[in-house]
C-alpha cells in the first residue's frame, strides 16, 4: 500500500487524509500542537485507521519513506523538510491540489487578491446556489477543498477562495474562470519580495481559461492590457474607465455587461440590490457578476440572488445598535489596506478599535484616514505602543491603549457618547495571533462582548 503523509491536523489536513484513505493510501497525519481538539480527532482518525501524531514534526531521516506528501495551507512551503523532500524527489503537493486531481473534471471559479477574497467568493457561490446549481464555497472559506472531493454527489462548480500559499503548493490547479480582487503587499514575511507574491498570484490566472480582474486596483490596473490582454476587467467608476473593449461596469446605477467589441451593452443587476456598504463591496459584486454570467446564469438568478445576500461574517458586519451607536465587526482587516477600506465604508466620526499582531506594510493611507474620520482610536494587542507612536508622528493623540477587546468595548461606548459618533469600528489592521487563533475567533468575542454589553 502506497504511503502518504499530511502535514497540519486541521480542517484541510483532515478532508486530505480521508481523501487519501479513500484512495487506497496508508496515511499518517502529523501536527506539532496538541490540544483537546487535536487529541478527540486523533481518536475519530484512528477509528477510521487514519494515523496521527501530535507534537510531533517529521524527518525523512528512515529508510521508510513516504511516496507523497500532503501540505496544509497554513504550513510555510520553503520549511527545510519540504526543501529536503522535494531533494528527494517526494511528491510533494498542497491540500488544494490533492483536490483539484479529484475535481478537475468539474469546471472551478478560483478567486484570489489581497483583499476581496471572501466577499466576492460568498457572493458568487450565493449567486451560484441560487440558480439551482450545486456550487459549494470552499478553500479559505467553507469546506475545505477535499471535503467537497469527498461529497457523495460531485458538485456542478467549485467556488474556490485560494491564497497565495494555496496556489504556491498548487501544481496543475487550473479553474475555468480565475478572477484577481486586489494586490497590495501583504504576507511579506512569507513570501519575501512583492515580485514574488505578485508571481504567485500571477499563476492560477495564467493556468485559468477565463480571467476577470479588479481594473480599479491601481497595481493591476497599471499592468492593463499588455500584461493580460485576454482579460475581462471591472471599474465601478463607468465605461470610459473599462480597460479593453471587454468587461463589467457600472453606469445608471446598474451593473452593464460587454462581452466583446460587436456586443452592445447589457444592463444585468441594478447596484442598489446590494445591501452591503461601500465602493469595495461594488467591485466584489461586479467580478461575482462577472463570473456568474461567463458561466451562462442569467439575470433573475443573480439579482435575486444579490438582493438576499446578508454579508460576510467579520467583515463590515453590523452587530448591534445600542442607543443609536451602530457596533460593526470588521476584525477580517488584518492589514492596514482592508483597515483603511473598513473606515472608509462607515459613518463618521467613528470610534475605531485596532491593534493585534502588526504586519509590514505601508501604513500612510490607512493613519490619513483615521485623522480623517476617526474620533478616538483605542489600541489592542502588541501592536499598540508602536500604533500609538506612530499616530502620535501624524498629530493625532486622541488614543489610549486599552490592551484587551474586553476594556475596548465600555470605553469605546462611553467615548461614541461624548462625541456624538455613530460607530464603533473594530478594524484591526493586524493580525489576531497575539491574543487570538485567528480573526474569527476575534470577531467572535467582538461580538460576544458588544451583545452582552448592549443588554447591561
Known amino acids: 500500500m502506497p504511503e502518504a503523509r499530511v502535514i497540519g491536523l486541521g480542517k484541510s489536513g483532515v478532508g ?130 477535499c471535503e467537497v472531493a469527498l461529497a457523495a454527489k460531485p458538485p456542478n462548480w467549485v467556488i474556490g477562495e485560494i491564497s497565495s500559499y494555496q496556489i504556491e503548493s498548487s501544481v496543475t490547479l487550473a479553474p475555468r474562470i480565475g478572477i484577481w ?20 498570484k500571477a499563476k492560477l490566472l495564467h493556468q485559468s481559461q477565463l480571467q476577470i480582474f479588479n481594473g480599479d486596483d491601481t497595481y493591476l490596473s497599471k499592468l492593463g492590457l499588455n500584461h493580460w490582454p485576454d482579460a475581462f476587467w471591472t471599474s465601478v467608476k463607468g465605461k ?16 452593464i455587461e460587454k462581452l466583446n467589441a460587436e456586443t452592445p451593452p447589457k444592463p444585468i443587476v441594478q447596484v442598489s440590490a446590494l445591501r452591503m456598504v461601500g465602493e469595495h463591496n461594488q467591485q466584489n459584486l461586479l467580478m461575482s457578476v462577472a463570473a456568474a454570467r461567463l458561466a451562462g446564469i442569467d439575470s433573475d438568478s443573480i439579482t435575486r440572488a444579490i438582493s438576499e445576500f446578508p454579508g460576510v461574517p467579520h467583515r463590515l458586519e453590523h452587530i448591534c445598535t445600542w442607543e443609536n451607536i451602530d457596533f460593526i465587526n470588521d476584525s477580517k482587516a488584518t492589514n492596514y489596506d482592508a483597515a483603511e477600506v473598513g473606515l472608509a465604508s462607515v459613518k ?62 465600555p470605553k469605546s461606548a462611553e467615548l461614541a457618547k461624548q462625541y456624538q459618533a455613530p460607530v464603533v469600528l473594530l478594524s484591526p489592521a493586524c493580525a489576531s495571533f497575539d491574543q487570538y487563533p485567528n480573526f474569527e475567533v476575534r470577531g467572535d468575542d467582538f461580538r460576544q462582548l458588544c451583545l452582552d454589553w448592549a443588554k447591561t
Open 16 to 145: 486530505a487524509a480521508r481523501l487519501l484513505k479513500r484512495e487506497g493510501w496508508e496515511v499518517e497525519i502529523c501536527d506539532r500542537h496538541t490540544s483537546e481538539t487535536l487529541l478527540q480527532q486523533q481518536q475519530e482518525l484512528a477509528a477510521e485507521q487514519i494515523t496521527v501524531k501530535l507534537g510531533y514534526s517529521p524527518d525523512l531521516n528512515s529508510p521508510d519513506l513516504p511516496q507523497l506528501i500532503v501540505v496544509s495551507p497554513g504550513v510555510p512551503w520553503d520549511i527545510p523538510l519540504l526543501v529536503k523532500a522535494r531533494d528527494l524527489g517526494i511528491e510533494t503537493i498542497g491540500e488544494m491540489e490533492l483536490a483539484w486531481r479529484h475535481l478537475q473534471t468539474i469546471p472551478w471559479v478560483a478567486i484570489t487578491g489581497t483583499n476581496g477574497k471572501t466577499t466576492t467568493t460568498a457572493l458568487t457561490a450565493a449567486i451560484f446556489q441560487t440558480a439551482g446549481l450545486n456550487a459549494p464555497a470552499c478553500g479559505n472559506i467553507g469546506y475545505a477543498a
Open 181 to 200: 480582487t486586489t494586490f497590495t503587499p501583504d504576507h511579506l514575511a512569507r513570501h519575501q519580495t512583492l515580485e514574488n507574491y505578485y508571481n504567485i
Open 240 to 255: 470610459d474607465f473599462l480597460i479593453g473593449e471587454k468587461g463589467f461596469y457600472i453606469e445608471d446605477g446598474w451593473v
Open 348 to 409: 463618521s466620526p467613528a470610534i475605531l478599535i485596532a491593534g493585534g499582531e502588526a504586519k509590514p506594510g505601508d501604513d500612510t493611507g490607512w493613519l490619513a484616514k483615521i485623522q480623517a474620520k476617526a474620533a478616538a482610536v483605542l489600541l489592542i494587542g502588541n501592536a499598540a505602543p508602536a500604533f500609538a507612536q506612530r499616530l502620535q508622528e501624524v498629530g493625532y493623540s486622541n488614543y489610549e491603549i486599552v490592551e484587551t477587546m474586553s476594556q475596548a468595548i
